[in-house]
């Protein structure tokens, strides 16, 4: 029985070993070190959307019946609310997650990513609440319309009228139009961005800060060096990226414009201060770090950091420690901001 169970430990320690040497080289890049989860992540776990076989519609409908429908978010806030924002194109459903009872609380302004195509407040439930409670500040989430059913401009609209309405409306939600920030990632990086400059453009300098996590900063250039190198293997993908600029900005025309590529923007200056976060295993880290180096250059205070050990979306991903970490730190930036 002793030499059955010898064998038995001899052979699984070999397996274990074996596990640990192949997560391991998968971890090891020529480009530095993945973290493990975010390397057997891409490799066991990450379904890539079937765009070559289903239709945008179609692809959504297949995330939402997957969606979890868990509320362990809820035990980060005191409360959420449903409710919509009235415009000239319809209703914008947004979702306020309250940290507490409080009132008079500062804000975040919430754009969930998803290539405009795919995202909803469901999906960001847990970020959210969680961000409300880090930050100690109301949440807004805003689920605007999506492509290809609604192309460029629709999102960037949506996204500065649900905007305009929380300033507008502030005390009546419970929060405090003074201490406003704007807050997004990958597509709703983009529209942070998007909404700060639309504010400017319109000389309403309500918003106090940016959170600009991996932005999509332009739409014509995919041969940027993070594009050659992490645009294979690392989750999304450059053709993914491409397929996504196909759906929300079908006229090409269109791409060129400062809202549809926040980099292209001839002015910079008099924006909110920011925090630009960018992943080192990302197709869109170059841009992010060209945006974040053209912000400064226009002498808009901005905090850049590289989580250099991870992949686009993390900041979503709570089984990887990093997301925590960033909600951290953007809690920290904002205290000083609000």
């Not at 050659?228 to 079908?250: A, M, S, V």
Request: hydrophobic share 40%; charged share 15%.
């Amino acid at each position: 029985m002793k030499k059955w169970w010898l064998i038995v430990s001899a052979v699984l320690l070999v397996l274990l070993a074996g596990i640990i040497i192949t997560i391991y080289s998968w971890s090891q890049t020529p480009f530095g070190t993945l973290h493990y989860l975010a390397a057997i992540g891409v490799r066991l776990i990450y379904e890539p959307p079937d765009i070559e076989n289903y239709s945008p519609i179609e692809l959504r409908e297949q995330y939402r019946q997957k969606e979890s429908t868990s509320t362990k978010y809820l035990q980060y806030v005191s409360s959420t609310k449903d409710t919509v924002v009235l415009s000239a194109e319809g209703e914008i459903p947004i979702r306020l997650y309250y940290p507490s009872s409080t009132d008079n609380l500062p804000i975040i302004v919430y754009y969930h990513g998803g290539g405009f195509v795919f995202g909803t407040l469901n999906e960001y439930d847990l970020l959210c609440a969680k961000l409300a409670q880090k930050a100690s500040a109301l949440v807004v989430s805003v689920d605007y319309r999506l492509a290809p059913e609604y192309p460029y401009p629709a999102a960037a609209q949506d996204a500065y009228t649900a905007l305009q309405w929380v300033y507008q409306n502030a005390q009546t939600i419970g929060g405090d139009s003074t201490r406003i920030a704007v807050a997004g990632d990958s597509a709703g990086g983009n529209l942070a961005t998007v909404a700060s400059l639309m504010a400017r453009d319109s000389s309403q300098h309500f918003i106090d800060y940016q959170v600009l996590l991996y932005p999509a900063t332009q739409s014509l250039d995919l041969t940027t060096v993070s594009h050659q190198n992490f645009g294979e293997g690392y989750g999304i993908t450059t053709r993914q990226i491409d397929w996504y600029i196909e759906q929300y900005l079908p006229n090409e025309a269109d791409r060129y414009e400062a809202y549809a590529s926040p980099l292209l923007a001839e002015d910079l200056s008099n924006l909110p201060p920011a925090l630009v976060v960018l992943a080192g295993f990302d197709p869109l880290k170059t841009e992010g770090q060209q945006y974040a180096e053209k912000l400064q250059t226009a002498g808009v205070p901005v905090k850049l950091q590289t989580y250099e050990s991870m992949i686009h979306g993390f900041a979503n991903i709570h089984e990887f420690p990093q997301s925590d970490e960033l909600l951290d730190e953007i809690a920290v930036a904002l205290a000083s901001v609000f």
